[in-house]
């Protein structure tokens, strides 16, 4: 399974190498707590789901959730278009706190329109405000149609 990681610079949102100490951009000093997995496979990692406040329908929808960079549409999957979401959240919440709310908001775009995942995803910090974070990808549905 492929996984990136990224230490992502809770000063300036810059996403740096996983072995990187110190933040590319602004020389703040990173650890191991800054480490994030930018491209999960939803299926294999853990999401902060608790305010979502999600019907029983939608958390067993989101077990078949497909995250994924792959430039490739996963197998079983057709694209339904292109999606973005951003995160919103107050510039001195940080980097992580910019994380969880986009992720929060990529869950909710799935579960709105009714897609089963998202692939080509690029997550990268907005460019007229770093402080938040947005994902760009092509939105994804089971292909039924075998
Ligand atoms: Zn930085």
Excluded at 8 to 30: E, V
């Amino acid at each position: 399974m492929k996984q990136t990681y990224y230490r992502i610079c809770s000063n300036c949102g810059n996403q740096n190498a996983a072995d990187a100490n110190f933040c590319l951009k602004c020389g703040t000093t990173l650890s191991a707590a800054d480490e994030y997995a930018l491209i999960p496979h939803a299926a294999d990692q853990t999401f902060p789901l608790f305010d979502l406040e999600l019907t029983p329908d939608e958390v067993a929808q989101t077990k078949n959730f497909r995250i994924t960079e792959d430039r490739d549409i996963p197998a079983g999957y057709r694209s339904a278009g292109l999606m973005f979401a951003e995160s919103d959240v107050a510039p001195r919440a940080g980097a992580k706190a910019a994380w969880e709310d986009l992720m929060k908001h990529v869950y909710a775009l799935l579960l709105a329109k009714g897609y089963d995942g998202v692939a080509r995803v690029s997550i990268q910090p907005e460019p007229m405000q770093p402080s938040q974070l947005c994902l760009y990808g092509e939105a994804l549905i089971v292909d039924t149609q075998h």
